[in-house]
């Protein structure tokens, strides 16, 4: 571990990316992620990285996708309106398989919504928000410490399965400081993006491998491939061939589903003898553990379940808990979002109940308990 | 093929799939000789392109080839060039591509003054998807959503290009093809970013539309429409009214963008990071 420090949310995503190997950040300023490009346009050059404002969301995502292909470790960051704009490049970033993470810093919506208020209204964005099928991964930190964490290995993910990652954020966690003791940076726990190892004439870009994930030739370094947005063969070429489309998009979600274990991440706490699991992620599972603490003050058996990665969902852990009958209760800053995947999940098997607020104000625990109160 | 230009082909991705009487091919060749005289490294070399028929001309070329978004392709070879400035980056852009969407990105790259050479392939429409106006179809002329008329004044893209800081700007036509090379060329050879606009024909859904003639009709008329900005000055420098000025339109020494990075760099690390 190193010195403890005060450090904010925000700041500590940045402090993970160039952790994990940042090299290339382009970005346009928005609040709440602000922060996260400012320190990243001081500490970029500094490091021999390359910083960028660009002109735009849609111009800051297309070119953190030009610099991965060079090779670079690619980010950006923004917040609601900005990362709707990005998702037409998001799409292109899975469709090609270009790794690179975009942060989300949410902010309440719709639209231009309360700059500054903190919401969770992005979940269903982050997963669906560009057009076709396509598989993601989202992770959503709970304090400073994991922002940094989180960001490293949203970083680990994208270049191993080769896909954009999300770090869904909210504004609690992103402006929020804490004092954190970060991890020693150990370079064996960084992953990097398969490389070829045949002769450049030989190279597919886009073969299938027993990971599913072809390895990635550098532009520059030549193996001279093509890359496209178009549904392309194993050498990146365009293609309507109804098999081939088939199997390149069965495998695009193929590596990520067979790989699930690799990629899910969750906490649970309390649960063993929970009769109600507060089911709850990002800024708002520390409102939901003081709600939990509270609950058991009053002899109340409460445990939290919290998923990290928001998507894939855990879904395995979830299972285990509905079997054992317990009442699940979701708080959200949305009108219900996540709670749709959690219904989605224990199918009838224990009663879920959301607890929403989305008035641009953090959900307090009180506003829990009083859901807890209520169905226990 | 000719042997000399064989190389920078994937030949067995051809015949492309441009209509007859297309200029597309014409530009790709005329791009291919310039690269070939420049001697470019082909494991070096870029060629980044956006939607629509111009930018499926990087599927042609054997170099690291990148089909973007529409309208993106500039902001993609931004991060290229700026990720690995030894790549020579070639921009292909159709008109609609570069102009109408793509017309942010397009000035921001002028403005910026980056390394790149942008190739624009002007045929007056959306080709693609079946001839629609852009913003570079001239005013009163006819697309399948201009049945009466194209209500829209046309974009003068050499005069957007120097407007937004571009420091060389250029026009030939596919008429013109040793021009059109030698102005690729330079366009490479200036450091900053670079504007090479090509006149060329659509015949298919342009020239239908507007009882343009066949394609050999419309190259002639690139030819008759046009002057070339050289023997214009040396005729008293006037341009004659309704003649195009094709030729180096444009040239300026400005500060490049990846230089002034590099540059910044140097005298952080000379002040020790602080």
Not at chain 1, 1 to 30: D, H, K, V, W
Not at chain 1, 124 to 150: F, N
Not at chain 2, 96 to 124: E, S
Not at chain 2, 154 to 181: C, I, M, Q, S
């Amino acid at each position: 571990m190193t010195e403890p420090r005060l450090l904010q949310g925000n700041e500590a995503c940045a402090e993970g990316a160039l952790a994990a190997g940042l090299s290339f950040y382009a970005g346009y300023p928005i609040t709440p992620s602000t922060e996260i490009t400012e320190l990243l346009s001081r500490k970029l050059p500094m490091l021999g990285g390359k910083f960028i404002q660009m002109e735009d969301e849609l111009a800051s995502m297309a070119a953190v996708i030009g610099a991965s292909l060079t090779g670079a470790k690619a980010m950006t960051a923004t917040s609601g309106p900005g990362f709707t704009l990005k998702q037409e490049n998001i799409g292109f970033a899975a469709m090609a398989e270009v790794p690179c993470v975009i942060v989300d810093v949410q902010r309440l919506g719709p639209s231009t919504g309360v700059a500054t208020a903190p919401a969770q209204g992005d979940v269903m964005q982050a997963r669906w928000g560009t057009h076709g099928d396509h598989p993601i991964i989202v992770y959503s930190p709970a304090t400073v410490k994991e922002c940094y964490t989180l960001t490293m290995r949203a970083f680990n993910m994208a270049e191993r399965f080769r896909v954009p990652v999300i770090m869904l954020m909210d504004e609690v966690v992103g402006h929020m400081r804490e004092r954190v003791e970060l991890p020693e940076i150990d370079q064996t726990t960084i992953i990097n993006r398969p490389t070829p190892s045949v002769e450049p004439h030989r190279y597919k870009a886009y073969q299938d491998t027993e990971t599913h994930v072809p390895p990635m030739a550098c532009f520059g370094d030549g193996y001279r491939y093509h890359v496209t947005g178009l549904i392309h063969d194993e050498n990146g070429f365009a293609t309507e061939n109804p098999e081939i489309v088939g199997r390149q998009l069965q495998r695009l979600h193929n590596k990520i589903n067979h790989h699930r274990s690799e990629i899910v991440d969750w906490e649970s706490l309390n649960t063993d003898d929970a009769e109600v699991i507060l089911v709850t992620f990002g800024g708002t599972a520390r409102a939901a553990t003081k709600a939990m603490r509270l609950a058991r003050q009053e002899g109340m058996k409460v445990g939290i379940f919290r998923p990290i990665s928001i998507w894939p969902f855990p879904e395995e852990q979830l299972n285990l808990l509905a079997d054992k009958k317990v009442k699940l209760v979701v708080p959200e800053m949305n009108f219900g979002q996540l709670v749709h995947e959690i219904e989605r999940i224990v199918r009838g098997r224990c009663p879920v109940y959301p607890v929403n607020q989305v008035n641009g104000e953090l959900i307090k625990p009180d506003y829990i308990l009083n859901k807890v109160r209520e169905v226990y | 093929m000719l042997p000399e230009i064989e190389q920078y082909f994937r030949i067995e991705k051809l015949p492309h799939m441009w209509c007859p009487g297309c200029g597309n091919g014409i530009i790709l060749h005329s791009l291919i000789n310039a690269i070939s005289a420049l001697g470019l490294n082909q494991d070096q070399t870029t060629i980044v392109s956006g939607i629509g028929c111009a930018s499926r001309a990087a599927g042609y070329l054997d170099f690291d080839t990148l089909h973007t978004t529409h309208g993106r392709a500039l902001a993609f070879a931004t991060g290229i060039k700026l990720a690995k400035p030894a790549l020579n980056v070639f921009v292909l852009m159709g008109d609609g591509d570069c102009t109408a969407i793509g017309g942010n990105h397009f000035i921001h790259a002028a403005r910026r003054n980056i390394n790149l050479t942008a190739i624009v392939f002007n045929n007056n429409i959306y080709g693609m998807t079946g001839g629609q106006y852009s913003p570079m179809t001239p005013h009163n002329k006819r697309a399948t959503t201009a049945s009466f008329g194209n209500i829209d004044r046309p974009f003068d893209l050499a005069e957007l290009a120097k407007g937004a800081g571009a420091t060389y700007v250029a026009r030939a036509t596919t008429y013109h093809t040793k021009l059109l090379t030698n102005l690729i060329m330079e366009g490479y050879k200036n450091k900053g970013f670079s504007v090479v606009e090509v006149i060329t024909a659509c015949p298919t859904a342009y020239g239908r539309y507007n009882k343009l003639g066949s394609p050999a009709d419309m190259l002639k008329a690139q030819r008759e429409n046009t002057v070339n900005v050289k023997s214009m000055l040396a005729n008293g420098g006037t341009v004659p009214a309704g003649k195009i000025p094709i030729g180096e339109l444009y040239r300026a020494e400005e500060p490049e963008y990846i230089e002034e990075y590099r540059k910044l760099v140097e005298a952080l690390q000379m002040k020790g990071g602080k």
